[in-house]
């Protein structure tokens, strides 16, 4: 079951903490430790509930209004496409590859309104760690631009937390 955490201790987002406007993380234990960072991504996102992505298409039909950009669905990935072939600033469903290490892949979106990291982390990649099971941690911190930022991370923010956590539970 996903768990409200602090951010991984260390961990490559922690660098891009500083400032934000909103910030969350989420973990769980790991059902399949041996996936990298980018590996446990896309098992969850592929596994995105169907009401998520109902809100995704939602909430797309209404930032238009307002001149966001649509970002698609969570799950909208070439399945077809090898884990291998990834490399930062490609598309991964609605995030561009950052920076992909194999215990940590840093994903985002930029934007003149706001801009968004999300990062997955992984503790005990390829085996249980000295304390426990392998663990992936799912931290998003948002920095706002400007009042248009700030009026959608309204209702944004609490989806949300109930957003990640249901992502999340495809990998426990």
Not at 24 to 41: H, R
Not at 131 to 143: C, Q, R
Request: hydrophobic content about 45%; aromatic content about 6%.
């Amino acid at each position: 079951m996903p768990r409200l955490v602090a951010p991984p201790p260390g961990s490559r987002i922690g660098s891009r903490l500083a400032g934000a406007d909103f910030a969350d993380a989420w973990a769980v234990s790991a059902a399949e430790p041996g996936l990298s960072a980018l590996g446990q991504f896309l098992k969850a996102v592929r596994a995105t509930p169907a009401w998520v992505e109902a809100c995704m298409r939602l909430r797309n039909r209404v930032v238009r209004w307002f001149g966001l950009k649509d970002l698609g669905g969570l799950s909208d990935l070439d399945p077809q496409r090898p884990l291998q072939d990834y490399r930062p600033g490609d598309r991964v469903g609605i995030f561009t590859l950052l920076e992909n290490h194999p215990d940590e892949v840093l994903l985002g979106d930029r934007d003149r309104h706001l801009e968004v990291v999300l990062s997955v982390h992984t503790t005990g990649v390829g085996a249980a760690t000295q304390t426990g099971p392998a663990v992936v941690t799912i931290t998003t911190v948002v920095h706002v631009h400007n009042w248009l930022g700030r009026l959608y991370m309204l209702p944004v923010a609490p989806m949300h937390r109930r957003i990640a956590p249901a992502v999340l539970r495809a990998l426990g």
